[in-house]
């Protein structure tokens, strides 16, 4: 039976990680363009700096608008162009990793992932979408990411909804997961951690576990009082 494995050219992860972000841009030359919502550069934009000033880098920020979509991609392809950035930079959530993949084309191309509940760090594929928000086609790549950096200063700080699912989902995409992917058993909340001492014998039993870890972690909506007549 024929298998393969395909994975990233270099995985990177600690606290503060990306404050060393400017060491892997400088393995391609001396710019970046980098494609994130403005939120996610906000929630790191002193790393960003830091970074930038310590491996005197420049890092040019494309303004990611929130949907992975053709023309988005050619909007910031052109702008990378323009800048003659040396790399690409995909910072945020699935959407902003995939517009990157598609802008670098397989080539070049270095994620930070700021929340774990997404896929689309390592793999050599991305999803498009329309405008609207409409499922659009898929894209496929010759090769994974160069670099996956993670700061897991960032990740720990990210909503609990969105740590907890990328907890339930690395082990939902095996039928039968590995014991040495369960060390830990959620227990009240993302924060609290209960460590085995020995795996389970039979891991694939903490999936409806995870998942419903992951729905009570979900905000509930509020009901609204009834008015008095």
């Known amino acids: 039976m024929r298998k393969a494995f395909i994975c990233p050219a270099k995985y990177v992860h600690g606290e503060d990680e990306i404050l060393n972000l ?21 929630r790191v934009k002193d790393k960003l700096n830091a970074t930038a000033t310590k491996f005197n880098v420049k890092l040019v920020e494309g303004g990611f608008r929130g ?35 598609c802008v670098a084309e397989g080539e070049k191309l270095i994620i930070v992932p700021t929340i774990a509940a ?23 790549f010759k090769q994974s990411p ?35 992917l369960m060390p830990v058993c959620l227990a009240g909340s993302a924060k609290k951690r209960v460590h085995r001492r020995k795996p389970p014998r039979r891991p694939w039993r903490w999936l409806p576990f995870a998942t419903r870890r992951c729905w009570k972690t979900a905000p509930k909506p509020r009901r609204r009082a009834r008015p008095r007549w």
């Open 67 to 101: 949907e992975c979509s053709r023309q988005e991609a050619a909007r910031l392809k052109e702008m990378a162009k323009v800048n003659k950035c040396d790399c690409v930079i995909g910072l945020g959530g699935g959407k902003a990793i995939d517009t990157a993949k």
């Open 118 to 140: 997404t896929d689309a760090p390592t793999s050599h594929s991305a999803v498009l979408y329309t405008e609207d928000g409409a499922f659009d086609d898929y894209a496929y």
């Open 22 to 42: 400017g060491y892997f841009i400088r393995t391609f030359g001396q710019s970046a363009l980098v494609i994130a919502h403005p939120d996610d550069v906000l």
């Open 146 to 180: 160069s670099v996956v950096l993670i700061d897991t200063a960032v990740i720990a700080r990210a909503p609990v909804r969105f740590l907890v699912s990328g907890m339930g989902d690395a082990p939902g995409r095996h039928r039968r997961p590995a014991p040495t």
